[in-house]
């Protein structure tokens, strides 16, 4: 059969969950990177015996803690999501270990068996967001899409967010015919070429 991507995006309020990162490196930099340009308000804690210069910068921007020491499994108390990164591959399976016995969600980012969840490209244009994900075969596919997405997104999508937003509300009827005045007044703008009926 053909590969398809089974994985099932889900959009995380991360500003009430804790989010735990062992590692203060690269590649934690460029996780903690991208989870708070899509999330500024996540609550992100530390853990790691030496952070790299970028690291300290961006945590201390964010407020993010940055604990000093080794990993060990009291710092998952209290945890939702734990990203692992560091540079002993050890020590990043048993925060999988311990994380499975939780019933955490884990992700050692740079060894998806041992990846609950994977990190997305994601593009945000006010309060629409796409996430992206290549199953894990391709990042840089995934870098790619998001950035020729950013640049074909109209920044003003936001508006038509907000607009029908407000009209859904003064809507009147039962459910059906919501949907049914909604879908009638946005036909318009899917291509006529394509006639789609949901
Ligand atoms: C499985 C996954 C697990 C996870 O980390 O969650 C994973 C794993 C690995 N990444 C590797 C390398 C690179 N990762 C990037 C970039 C990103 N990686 C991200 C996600 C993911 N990376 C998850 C799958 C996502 C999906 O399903 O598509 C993004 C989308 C989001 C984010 O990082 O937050 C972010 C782009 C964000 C953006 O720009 O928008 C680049 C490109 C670059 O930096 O320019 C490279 C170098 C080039 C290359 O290899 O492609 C390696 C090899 C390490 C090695 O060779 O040693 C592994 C391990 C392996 O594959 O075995
Ligand atoms: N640099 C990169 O872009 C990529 C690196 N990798 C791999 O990912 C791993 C990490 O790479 P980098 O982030 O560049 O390494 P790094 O050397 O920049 O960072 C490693 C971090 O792990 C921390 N650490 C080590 N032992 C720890 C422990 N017991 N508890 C808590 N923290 C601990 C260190 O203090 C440091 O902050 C390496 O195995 C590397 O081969 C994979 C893909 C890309």
């Given at each position: 059969m053909e590969d398809r991507n089974n994985l099932y995006p889900i959009f995380l309020k991360v500003e009430q969950l804790n989010v735990l990162i062992v590692g203060g490196g690269n590649v934690a930099l460029e996780k903690l990177n991208f989870l708070l340009k899509s999330s500024p308000n996540a609550k992100v804690q530390m853990i790691a015996p030496f952070y790299r210069a970028e690291t300290i910068a961006l945590a201390t921007e964010?407020?993010?803690e940055m604990l000093d020491g080794v990993y060990n499994d009291l710092h998952l108390s209290n945890k939702h999501i734990v990203i692992a990164t560091?540079?002993?591959?050890?020590?990043?399976?048993e925060v999988y270990q311990d994380c499975k016995q939780r019933n955490i969600l884990v992700n050692v980012a740079d060894n998806p068996p041992y990846c609950d969840f994977y990190m997305g490209g994601i593009v945000t244009k006010g309060n629409v967001k796409i996430a992206i994900s290549t199953n894990g075969k391709s990042p840089t596919t995934a870098k790619r899409l998001?950035?020729?997405?950013?640049?074909?997104?109209?920044?003003?999508?936001d508006d038509m967010v907000k607009n029908l937003n407000i009209f859904r509300k003064t809507i009147k009827g039962d459910f059906e015919e919501k949907v049914e005045t909604l879908n009638e007044f946005t036909k318009g703008l899917i291509s006529k070429k394509e006639v789609h009926h949901d």
């Open positions: 964010y407020g993010v560091t540079d002993n591959v050890d020590v990043n399976i998001r950035q020729s997405f950013e640049d074909v997104i109209p920044d003003n999508i």
